[in-house]
C-alpha cells in the first residue's frame, strides 16, 4: 500500500518552531518532486513548498520564505517542513504530496499546483495561537 505518514503537527506559540515529517511506505520518494501544501478554514489549498527531483530547485511561496525550509532524506525515504518563527497566519491542516510525473519525463521542475501529485499525506494540523 502506497501512503505517507505524517506527523509533527501541533500546537504552537507566535514565534515558536515546529517540524513536520512524511514518511513513505510503498513507494520511493527519489526521482519524485515533492511538496507541502496547507489549507486554512474556508481557504483553497495553498502550495506553500516543493522540490524538484531532477536538480533539487526549491520553490516557496513568499508567505513563507525565508521561514520554512523543505527537505528529504533518502534514506529514510522522509520528507519534512522545518517551520521556524511561526505567525497565526500559518494555522492550517498542512499536507505533503509527492508527484511522480518526472519519472516519466514531465514536471522537471516542481510545481505548487496540487493537481499535479499523486500520493498525498492525510495532514496534520498546526495550531500557532498564544
Known amino acids: 500500500q502506497r501512503q505517507f505518514v505524517e506527523s509533527g503537527g501541533g500546537l504552537v506559540q507566535p514565534g515558536g518552531s515546529l517540524r513536520l515529517s512524511c514518511a513513505a511506505s510503498?513507494?520511493?520518494?527519489?526521482?519524485?518532486?515533492i511538496g507541502w501544501f496547507r489549507q486554512a478554514p474556508g481557504k483553497d489549498h495553498e502550495g506553500i513548498s516543493c522540490?524538484?527531483?531532477?536538480?533539487?530547485?526549491?520553490y516557496y511561496a513568499d508567505s513563507v520564505k525565508g521561514r520554512f525550509t523543505i527537505s528529504r532524506d533518502s534514506a529514510k525515504n522522509t520528507m519534512y517542513l522545518q517551520m521556524n518563527s511561526l505567525e497565526p497566519e500559518d494555522t492550517a491542516v498542512y499536507y505533503c504530496?509527492?508527484?511522480?510525473?518526472?519519472?516519466?519525463?514531465?514536471?522537471?521542475?516542481?510545481?505548487?499546483?496540487?493537481?499535479?501529485?499523486?500520493?498525498w499525506g492525510h495532514g496534520t494540523q498546526v495550531t500557532v495561537s498564544s
Open positions: 504530496a509527492a508527484d511522480t510525473s518526472p519519472t516519466i519525463g514531465r514536471n522537471l521542475v516542481c510545481t505548487e499546483d496540487p493537481d499535479e501529485y499523486h500520493y
Open positions: 510503498g513507494f520511493s520518494l527519489d526521482y519524485l518532486n
Open positions: 522540490e524538484s527531483s531532477s536538480d533539487g530547485s526549491i
